[in-house]
């Protein structure tokens, strides 16, 4: 049962200190109302704002048409009535707006309401995790599951967000299998590297991954400013000798390591940027990439929002201090050698498509040796953490049509 309580008029702006001083943030006028055993505040400014009616808001292409240019951001309600099911604000204007109760309780802003949101419907939490655990934790589907089945397709998608690692297996042993899990999601990357890219031994390449000797763990393409956030590798031929087991760490546990024990050197990381490049020709295409950014990229609220690395991508050009050169060299080679230290080590087998989040995870690739009886070919694509996110709201709204996420 809902209940309007009542109305806080806002407390003077010069008493109310913002998060970013010296800033003073003014406090609304707000209406608190009770759901079941909550009260839940609400500012009279976003209610206004986020009014439903089909003056205010599109039904159908579920976005705000309410006319800016007549908005009033002082707005008050001149009354206020609730049942079970519904609030129903009458503004002073005379303007009437109508709001579901479950609706209001998903969007409140009391901070457990609001971590329910962010990991349900904004994206999923993270678990960071050991190499020694990668065995337990990198989830293995089938791929005609996820082809047929939109409840896989759901379970592997959220899998990969939550851990940033996933086997797709019993794929088919050909060059488009690819675009049929791309199709499932949305669209692809193209990067100057194409559509999809085949990895396997080239002599005279332009691409160090395009060689069979040990491959340093690195995330792809640390110089783009729009990193592709997912790579997809489908093992069309593997190696049948020694070598060419693949390398995968998770750098927020690292990250997070290092923020605990050496906290100078993870600073180093994130608030320095670095300079990191590409430059050559592939099918004709000259290139010539740079992009600037720490190893650690850091959010507004200190969480990792992507990682840059790579020892042959990094640009010769330090666009810092001079004093700064030495302690961030030291600081990048404690990343490295704790990134190795707490990667898996295993090999994929031919039908097995690894899915991993590349601004997350290093990967690299042993040595091992290639010859006319003895060849190792993958077919890769990218795809955008977008696309997947999308998807996997979309299939949350499809499998579970009583939630009142919209």
């Known amino acids: 049962m809902m209940h309007v309580l009542r109305r806080f008029k806002s407390v003077g702006s010069n008493k109310v200190s913002s998060l970013f001083n010296p800033t003073k943030r003014r406090t609304h006028d707000s209406l608190q109302l009770k759901v079941g055993e909550e009260e839940l505040r609400f500012p009279h400014v976003w209610l206004r704002d986020n009014c439903q009616c089909e003056l205010c808001y599109h039904k159908t292409a579920k976005s705000r048409i309410i006319d800016y240019s007549q908005f009033n951001t002082n707005a ?65 589907h089938n791929y005609n599951a996820i082809i047929s089945s939109d409840t896989a397709l759901f379970q592997w998608l959220h899998n990969l967000s939550v851990y940033g690692i996933s086997l797709i297996q019993n794929t088919p042993n050909n060059e488009a299998a690819l675009e049929n899990i791309i199709s499932r999601i949305g669209f692809s990357k193209q990067t100057h590297y194409g559509v999809k890219f085949i990895v396997q031994s080239v002599p005279n390449t332009s691409n160090v991954a395009y060689l069979s000797n040990n491959l340093q763990m690195h995330t792809d393409l640390p110089y783009y400013e729009y990193c592709p956030g997912v790579n997809m590798l489908h093992c069309l031929v593997q190696t049948h000798g020694e070598g060419g087991e693949n390398l995968l760490s998770d750098c927020h546990y690292t990250a997070n390591y ?15 940027e670095v300079e990191w490049s590409d430059i050559g020709t592939e099918n004709g295409n000259e290139f010539f990439k740079l992009h600037r950014s720490p190893v650690i990229c850091l959010d507004q609220n200190e969480d990792i929002s992507r990682i840059n690395f790579s020892i042959p991508q990094r640009g010769t050009h330090f666009p810092g201090k001079l004093q700064d050169v030495t302690p961030w060299y030291e600081a990048q080679k404690l990343f490295y050698d704790l990134s190795y230290k707490f990667a898996a080590n295993f090999k994929t087998q031919e039908g097995d498509i690894l899915v991993f989040d590349n601004i997350r995870l290093l990967h690299g690739r042993n040595k091992y040796i290639d010859n006319t009886h003895n060849i190792r070919k993958l077919i890769g694509v990218y795809i955008d953490w977008d696309e997947i996110y999308s998807r996997w709201r979309c299939l949350k709204i499809k499998l579970n049509p009583n939630n009142s996420i919209l």
């Open 76 to 140: 008050k309600p001149k009354s206020v009535s609730s049942d079970d099911n519904y609030v129903n604000i009458t503004w002073d204007d005379g303007h009437t707006s109508s709001f579901r109760t479950q609706w209001l309780k998903l969007h409140s802003f009391e901070p457990k309401h609001q971590t329910t949101y962010d990991e349900e419907i904004y994206k999923p939490k993270k678990s960071t995790w050991h190499g020694r655990d990668f065995f337990k934790l990198c989830s293995k």
């Open 258 to 272: 290092m923020k605990e024990n050496h906290y100078t050197k993870y600073k180093l990381l994130t608030d320095i």
